[in-house]
């Protein structure tokens, strides 16, 4: 049999929303796969960051962010974050139009204020205003 790749999205078909655990049987399915030599990768919206809990079950990788970091083992197939330019001009549109918004990195979630944070120059350059 052919070695296959497998991706797993996780909110509501790994785990229960909002879970980082997976039942037992979603895990020894994981395993069985893995021994059969396939590679499980997760598959998600989350930002690297938000995945290190469900790293510990020994997935072979990640599509993460939506399909902008994607790395199998420790290494990086692919990242693009956002330029500056790129960033700028969506918090701009978005505080003009009034939408809450959470810039996610590979590292960290940083909300705006109106959702109880502040969006800080940590790792990219987000500047230090309430936006």
């Known amino acids: ?33 893995q021994r059969a030599g396939h590679k499980v990768f997760l598959c998600s919206g989350r930002n ?11 997935f072979d990788g990640a599509v993460a962010s939506g399909g ?16 500056e330019e790129q960033k700028d001009k969506a918090l701009r549109l978005f505080a ?3 939408v809450l918004r959470t810039i996610e990195a590979k590292d960290a979630s940083y909300p705006g204020a109106r959702l109880g944070g502040k969006h800080q120059k ?3 350059n987000f500047g230090s205003s309430s936006i």
């Open 1 to 33: 049999m052919k070695s296959k790749l497998v991706f797993l999205d996780i909110d509501g078909t790994l785990t229960s929303p909002g879970s980082n655990e997976p039942p037992e049987s979603a895990l020894e399915a994981i395993r069985a796969a």
């Open 48 to 58: 690297y960051d938000m995945l290190k809990p469900l790293q510990r079950f020994d």
């Open 68 to 83: 902008g970091y994607v790395f199998a083992g420790d290494k990086v197939l692919y990242d693009c974050p956002m330029t």
């Open 96 to 98: 003009e139009g009034g």
């Open 122 to 124: 940590v790792g990219l």
